[in-house]
Structures are given as C-alpha cells and as structure tokens.
T-cell receptor, first 121, second 111 residues
Framework: EADIYQTPRYLVIGTGKKITLECSQT?????MYWYQQDPGMELHLIHY???????EKGDLSSESTVSRIRTEHFPLTLESARPSHTSQYLC????????????????????FGAGSRLTVL | DAKTTQPPSMDCAEGRAANLPCNHS???????VYWYRQIHSQGPQYIIH???NNETNEMASLIITEDRKSSTLILPHATLRDTAVYYC????????????FGTGTRLTVIP
C-alpha cells in the first residue's frame, strides 16, 4: 500500500491556468523528489528537497516551482500552464539521501507515488 | 555512475521464471546494482539491490557475476501483474543527488 500520495491523478486544464500538484507522505522522510516522465521515456529529476525550507533544482530545467513548508508535504506549482508542460509528474521520498554515504544500505531506495498526469490544452 | 545496458523488451510465460539481464561493464568497486520496476505509468517501485553477493527478497533474486560486469534479476514465478518496465541502475552511495532511470526492459508476461 502507498505511503506517498499524489493528487490529482489526472488533470486536464487550459493554457495559462495555475496548477498545483500535491504530494504527501506519511513515512516521516526528510528527502523528497519530483520527477517528470513523458510516455515511454526516461524519468527526469526536476526538483528535490532534503528537508523543511530546503529545495533544489534537479537535472532537467523546469518552469515549475516547489515548496517544503512541512516535512510531509512537497507541492509542485506551475504558475501558467502551457501545452509543453503536458507530462506525468512523479513524486518520491526516501529515508536516506541519494548520496547517503558508503555502506548505508537504505541509500538510493525511493518510494514513489502513483503520479499525476497533466494535460494542458 | 556506471552506464547500464538492458534489452528493450522480453516476453515470459506466466508461471515461468523471468530472467532480466543487465550489463554494467564499467561498474566500479563501490557501486551497487539497483532494480526498480514501473507498472503501467505508475511510479517506479524498488525491488532489490546488491553489491557483489547474490541477494533474495520476497519479490525477486539478484544474481551478480563474480566480475560484477553484469547481473540478472530473477522473478521466480512470473504472473501477469509482473508485466512492467524494469530498470537496472548502477550507482555509488556518494555523488550526485539523482537516481537515473533509463529506458529499461519492458517485460510482458504472457498467459
């Protein structure tokens, strides 16, 4: 059963609208991530956070923004949606950072949500 | 992090063992092999990981060759619900703050 929840699962919206994708986890993980994935393609990290009030951009440049005001909550916002933002957005969390250190058995183990599929018309 | 090579697709009969190969010939001594799977556009699910010894859990077994240049994920009795894209990832436990998912192997379990 999922301990990380994403809403909405599906969203169809018009160009120019502001959208927020919600992500919440009940595992108490400090580390949270947002990935973007187009159908049949690779996952790309767009944002990550290693704790409250800490956010960093990932490898893929994104016009979205994130915030981390509470440990369990990591929402992603698009101020003005465009058709190029059409994609699946996947939220994940981990107990340990990806660069957790040698011998840390839990490193690189991510728990993902079910995803939010966004379509911008 | 070392590059991995996986076949793009495989089929397996239901009830039979599914053996998914992964080549990682440039793996370094402190890099682990991780396996995830992604079922029909859900988020990826962690399966198993290992360094050099074979590993087994309730989901699968991981066999790593002695030279560590390749590995095989084994699903002992594949079911239709195992149809998914399987990702083999090699990385160390220090370094970049990203876990790179490539295109993986699409496993189709056939009734």
């Amino acid at each position: 059963e999922a301990d990380i929840y994403q809403t909405p699962r599906y969203l169809v919206i018009g160009t120019g609208k502001k959208i927020t994708l919600e992500c919440s986890q009940t595992m108490g993980h400090d580390k949270m991530y947002w990935y973007q994935q187009d159908p049949g393609m690779e996952l790309h990290l767009i944002h990550y956070s290693y704790g409250v009030n800490s956010t960093e951009k990932g490898d893929l440049s994104s016009e979205s923004t994130v915030s981390r005001i509470r440990t369990e909550h990591f929402p992603l916002t698009l101020e003005s949606a465009r058709p190029s933002h059409t994609s699946q957005y996947l939220c994940a969390s981990s107990e340990y950072p990806l660069a957790g250190g040698p011998g840390l058995r839990g490193a690189n183990v991510l728990t993902f949500g079910a995803g939010s599929r966004l379509t911008v018309l | 992090d070392a590059k991995t090579t996986q076949p793009p697709s495989m089929d397996c009969a239901e009830g039979r063992a599914a053996n998914l190969p992964c080549n990682h010939s440039t793996i370094s001594g402190n890099e682990y092999v991780y396996w995830y799977r992604q079922i029909h556009s859900q988020g990826p699910q962690y399966i198993i990981h290992g360094l050099k010894n074979n590993e087994t859990n309730e989901m699968a077994s991981l066999i790593i060759t002695e030279d560590r240049k390749s590995s095989t994920l084994i699903l002992p009795h594949a079911t239709l619900r195992d149809t998914a894209v399987y990702y083999c990832i090699v990385r160390g436990q220090t370094g970049a703050n990203n876990l790179f998912f490539g295109t993986g192997t699409r496993l189709t379990v056939i009734p």
